[in-house]
């Protein structure tokens, strides 16, 4: 069977997503690179797969790691190997990572954000340009929102926000030039341990100083660890929030008869932030895990030292778990909503209440203030930035006034 090359350009994720669901549960995949990986893409095989403890996170069982075909410059490295967190252990490790950073996302902990995220959301519409002119709603509204949150939640300054975004970009672009992949990665870590050692000095009432706190109590992270969880909750923390706000607008533009159930009444702003999740989930393909044995699934086999990805874009449209309809974006389905989108088992995103919650703000204080908000472009121009990890637009311009 042919290799399914992921797009490293994401010119037509909704096309790649349908050829990889039909290629069967588990597609064989080509990461840029030319790195081979195998795919799952449905949502059974997903759910299996992502509780199967002989799919591990250590790149070491990598063999295509071991065999030294991976360069260090491979632009997606950083997603691959971002060093050492509870994304990339498994067992008593990463249940100790994963116990600190579930004890300040709590849901009555992120409930406690609700006014400050409110406050966010007022202040950004408030400097929203009152002109009949388009204007990049992702820019001035969807990215902001989810940085100052996150910045908030981990003791980051607002005055590092305009260069961690251009350092994000970097590291999830597949575009970003080789040359560069390492030093954007050096940079990032600088960055983090900067903070690191600013809480350590004036502690706060953040999760970076929670978990320095809990190293010198007993719960032994390491200063590699705490900077590398560091990075991955500024980089999760953010990405996925803004592409849901982003693709929900979007969603809603191109449905006006479903923008119309929620003006309404007839559907809720829950339905709408799960329906995106499920429809245009904002991330695309999850990297990576690595078969410490042989893993047959169905009619083949993730053979021992392959590595798996999540197609969460292909999942999230599986008719075998949401029916017949499952190409349609609607907000009235009758059957339990029963997406993966923020993952499944010991790795499911610790951050999922927390991003709900900013869209589900975020989203109402939008259209209740600009109800007539309209795309400034056809939602089929509207361009994916060269992530294959992220379902990111380039850009959102809108029209917030008739």
């Known amino acids: 069977m042919t290799r399914i090359a992921l797009d490293p350009f994401v010119t037509d994720l909704d096309g790649e997503s349908a050829r990889l669901r039909a290629a069967g549960p588990l597609a064989e995949c080509e990461l840029p690179g030319g790195v081979p990986v195998w795919a799952v893409t449905h949502h059974a095989e997903a ?60 849901p009555r902990r992120v409930e406690q954000l609700r006014d400050r995220i409110t406050e966010l959301t007022t202040g950004l519409l408030d400097r929203l340009p009152a002109t ?50 390492v030093a954007t990665l050096g940079e990032l870590a600088e960055m983090m341990a900067k903070v690191v050692a600013a809480r350590r000095a004036e502690p706060g009432d953040d999760l970076t100083s929670a ?24 980089a999760a923390g953010h990405e996925t929030t803004i592409s849901l706000i982003v693709n929900a607008v979007v969603n809603l533009s191109a449905h006006p008869d479903q ?20 429809y245009s989930t904002p991330t695309s393909h999850v990297l ?74 975020a989203l109402p204080a939008l259209y209740e203030r600009f109800p007539d908000l309209t795309l400034a472009v056809p939602h089929t121009e509207l361009r994916n930035k060269p992530v294959v990890t992220q379902n990111d637009l380039f850009e959102l311009p809108v029209h917030l006034n008739a």
């Open 211 to 234: 978990l320095i706190l809990a190293s010198e109590d007993g719960d032994h992270l390491t200063d590699e660890e705490i900077v590398s969880t560091l990075q991955l909750m500024v």
């Open 288 to 361: 990576i895990r690595f078969a410490a044995e042989d893993v047959p699934v169905g009619d083949k086999v993730i053979a021992r030292g392959d590595a798996l990805i999540v197609s969460y874009g292909a999942i999230g449209r599986d008719e075998r778990a949401h029916g017949p309809t499952a190409g349609d974006f609607d907000l009235t389905r009758t059957s339990p909503n029963r997406h993966i989108s923020f993952g499944h088992g010991p790795h499911v995103c610790p951050g999922a209440a927390l991003s709900r919650l900013e869209a589900g703000v």
């Open 132 to 181: 009949s002119e388009a204007i990049d709603l992702k820019a001035e509204f969807a990215y902001p929102l989810p940085m100052y949150v996150i910045s908030d939640l981990m003791g980051i300054d607002a005055a590092d926000h305009p260069r961690l975004k251009v350092l994000f970009d970097k590291f999830f672009s597949t575009q970003t030039p080789p040359a560069e992949v």
């Open 47 to 106: 759910r299996q797969l992502l509780t199967d403890k002989r799919l591990v996170k250590d790149i070491n069982v990598w063999g295509a790691w071991q065999r030294g075909e991976i360069p260090a410059d491979w632009p997606l490295i950083g997603l691959a190997n971002p060093g050492r967190s509870m994304l990339t252990v498994d067992g008593d490790d990463h249940r100790r990572m994963r116990t600190l950073v579930a004890q300040a996302l709590t």
């Open 259 to 278: 923008l119309a159930l929620v003006r309404t009444g007839a559907a809720s702003w829950d339905a709408v932030v799960e329906e995106t999740l499920r």
